[in-house]
């Protein structure tokens, strides 16, 4: 943890820093508001300790400067004058406390230690705000699973770029977790970002935030998801969906380590580390010019294939297991497991959607089972020894008769079928034409 301390008194700063470096905190000192505001802008800061006297940009310009552009981070005032004024205004301004000198240096170390605990508890809520209740379990011991858990441990520890791909629900944003799990950043925010279901016109100011009155309707600063990932893990999900305009934005952001508000004047430093995943063939994408090589190569360093359910089936009896325990808790349930003849039609069963498809089956199987055994009613299958010979057994016929079933079980609402079938709509809207359905 990095804190600024700031006071133009050299024996105070120095004092300071000696009692917070006895408590492990890696402390940098600045004499003036003018030299804060540059570190501010240059490294990210867990805190900062201000003296409000100061010549030049006093400690209240300072802190009035952090609370309309600079970083978001907590702030203790310490000042020889003891005013109230000045306490009522540093506390308007964003300041969590206010000591007047002299002080008993454990004093400002104790309150220091508490607003830093009372950030990180906001940013376990921020973080529990955001996470999925779905899937956050690594459930997974076949040959492949195995082999990227083997990686996924080597990587963790280190800043290195990493990109998921795979399928719809196979589970790129467990691994993405499992990663951030593993890191030293592991007590900050895991922050994820779907990108293609933020419309385009939203995304540039969902990812970076922006400035009271940068444009009509902002009426207060909002930061983006870059500043809540600060010091954690930054998750963009579906990155071949980025815009062009906006991947030129983001080869910036991994150059430089720093971002900039709409409608901002000042560059914040940011340090999340960034995991990016995508369902789509980019390789591709950067030969028909729709995403760029240079960011392509930035962002490929390490990668994970994550593989379709289908090409791992011993993992579904772990999988359906999980689900079932977890659906019992969720919905006041109590199915005992799964018979033998509905675990082999799940076996059989293709899973276009992958996982995300898995997990919906058997949820709405727990809510209509009449039995403490699931069957292969509960589940919409047919148990294999049950099956009329049919003309078409690959993976793309039995695909094919999973979309139309899903199709039929919601009367051809296609939302719908596409939210059964763990997929998205405009991935059903492709096989609807390619199986011509």
Known sequence: M???VVDDEKNIRDSIARYLALE????????NGLSAQRLLGEEVFGGAVIDLRMSGMDGLELLRWISREGPALPVIMISAYGEISDAVEAMKLGARDYIVKPFDPEELVLRLKRILAEQALHDRVEQGRRESPAGEEWIGESPPMR???GLVEKIAPTPSMVLITGESGTGKEVIARAIHRLSANADRPFVPVNLGGVPETLLE????GYEKGAFTGASQRKLGMFEFAASGTLFLDEIG????HLQV???RVLQEKKIRRLGGTQSLP???RILNATNRDLEALVKEGRFREDLYYRLNVIRI????????KEDIPLLAGAFIAKFNRLLGRKIKGIDPAALRALQEYPFPGNVRELENLLERAVILAEGSLLGPRDLGLQAPEDKAPSKGGTVRELEKQAVLAALQRWEGNRTRAAEELGISRRTLLNKIRVYEL
């Open 270 to 272: 940011v340090d999340a």
């Open 241 to 244: 969906d980025l815009p062009l």
């Open 205 to 208: 100011s969902e990812l970076f």
């Open 249 to 251: 934005k983001l080869l």
């Open 305 to 312: 294939k994550v593989p379709p359910l289908r090409e791992r």
């Open 2 to 4: 990095k804190i600024l």
């Open 24 to 31: 492990k905190m890696e402390v940098v000192t600045a004499e």
């Open 147 to 149: 082999e990227i858990r």
